[in-house]
Each structure stands twice: as structure tokens, then as C-alpha cells.
């Protein structure tokens, strides 16, 4: 089946750092989401995207849209201790049953 | 506003008991799946619902039920629970089967079995 590579898994960054994370994949796809999820939660849908190319703010958050369709990345900056948590890409084909997820990268920030 | 709401949170089932994961949305949301989180392996559809009286299998299926017989409502059974299914669940659900209807996670529930 299709696969997502997120990499590396954990990452660890000094607060006040910008960090990026990307997503790339063998497969074409039409939509891109990040989540984000907290210690004890579930994901939270942090930035949607629908059109390659597309560039979208979210606060401090951007995510890009790979031109190729085959990629995103998320850009977090100036991050702070409440960025902590395990992010995962996701990307999509027409249905939310045909969803692939990355498998998450966990993001640590240092006071 | 609720949104998913997943009970219980935590549950530790001896091997071969049954129980039921409960799931239940206040969006009107037509679309609701199951996922199993173990670490490495990222996020695993078990089942999904276009909606009511509809259900179909995802990627890892086998030892999981599902019926969907309200809107509302998205109840995973465990038939026979197994170790291999210690697992945090979550259910999540969309305003529609089709992208780009983003998902609603739960906040899970951790399953431990011995």
C-alpha cells in the first residue's frame, strides 16, 4: 500500500528555535493534513491542504503543498515548550477511508 | 461542544474476554472510522462508516466488529481480546466520506490485555 515517510522520529529542539518537518511519499496526493496530538489525546487537525503548491499559515505553524503532489513539509517557528507532542503527516486520495498517515515525528523543546 | 467522545479511557481485559469500545460524535457527521495507534507503526484503520447501516473493513480488520446503527453512535467490539490488540484506540469522524472533510480524532483509549 501507499506509505508515508516521516523522519527523523524524535527531534529535539532549544525553545525559541524554528523547526521543520517534512513528508514525503512514492504516491501522488490530492490533500495534505498535519495533526498534531498532545500526551493522552487524540490528533488535532492542524493545517489542511488542497492544491499543490499551496502555502498555509496557521499562526506560527506553515505547511507547504508539495508541486510534485509527492511531499508536504510543516515549518513550526520560534517554538515554544507547549509544541511538544507527536506530529503526523497525512495524505489523501478522494476518501477518508484511503487516508495514509506517517508515522509521527516526536517533537521535544528545551526551556 | 463534545465532539468524539470515546469511553472508557483505560481498560485491562484478560485473554478471551469480549467488550465494547464506545464511540459516539455530536456533529451529524456521516463518516466514522477506528484507528489503532502502537508505537512505530503510526495510525491503522480497523473499520469505517459512510453512515447509518453502512460499514465496511479497513487495513487491519480481523478481531474487531463494528454497527453503526445511529448517526451518532460508532461501537468497536473486541470478540475474544488477544494481546496483539493492546493498543490505544481512537475514534474519529468527518462531516463526509470524502476528502477534503478533514477527521475529528477522540482522545483514545488505551487497551491493555494480559
Not at chain 1, 504516491?27 to 502555502?55: C, H, M, R
Not at chain 2, 484507528?35 to 479497513?58: E, F, N
Not at chain 2, 473486541?78 to 469522524?93: K, R
Request: proline share 6%.
Amino acid at each position: 500500500g501507499q506509505q508515508l515517510n516521516q523522519s527523523p522520529q524524535s527531534m529535539f529542539i532549544q525553545e525559541g528555535e524554528d523547526v521543520s518537518m517534512n513528508c514525503t511519499s512514492s504516491s501522488i496526493f490530492n490533500t495534505w493534513l498535519w495533526y498534531k496530538q498532545d500526551p493522552g489525546e487524540g490528533p488535532v487537525l492542524l493545517i489542511a491542504l488542497y492544491k499543490a503548491g499551496e502555502l498555509t499559515s496557521n499562526g506560527r505553524l506553515t505547511a507547504q503543498f508539495g508541486i510534485t503532489r509527492k511531499d508536504s513539509f510543516l515549518n513550526i517557528s520560534a517554538s515554544i515548550p507547549s509544541d511538544v507532542g507527536i506530529y503526523f503527516c497525512a495524505g489523501g486520495t478522494g476518501a477518508n477511508s484511503k487516508l495514509t498517515f506517517g508515522k509521527g515525528i516526536t517533537l521535544s523543546v528545551r526551556p | 461542544n463534545a465532539g468524539v467522545t470515546q469511553t472508557p479511557k483505560f481498560q485491562v481485559l484478560k485473554t478471551g474476554q469480549s467488550m465494547t469500545l464506545q464511540c459516539a460524535q455530536d456533529m451529524n457527521h456521516e463518516y466514522m472510522s477506528w484507528y489503532r495507534q502502537d508505537p512505530g507503526m503510526g495510525l491503522r484503520l480497523i473499520h469505517y462508516s459512510v453512515g447509518a447501516g453502512i460499514t465496511d473493513q479497513g487495513e487491519v480488520p480481523n478481531g474487531y466488529n463494528v454497527s453503526r446503527s445511529t448517526t451518532e453512535d460508532f461501537p468497536l467490539r473486541l470478540l475474544s481480546a488477544a494481546p496483539s490488540q493492546t493498543s490505544v484506540y481512537f475514534c474519529a469522524s468527518s462531516y463526509s466520506p470524502v476528502l477534503p472533510s478533514p477527521l475529528h480524532f477522540g482522545n483514545g483509549t488505551r487497551l491493555t490485555v494480559t
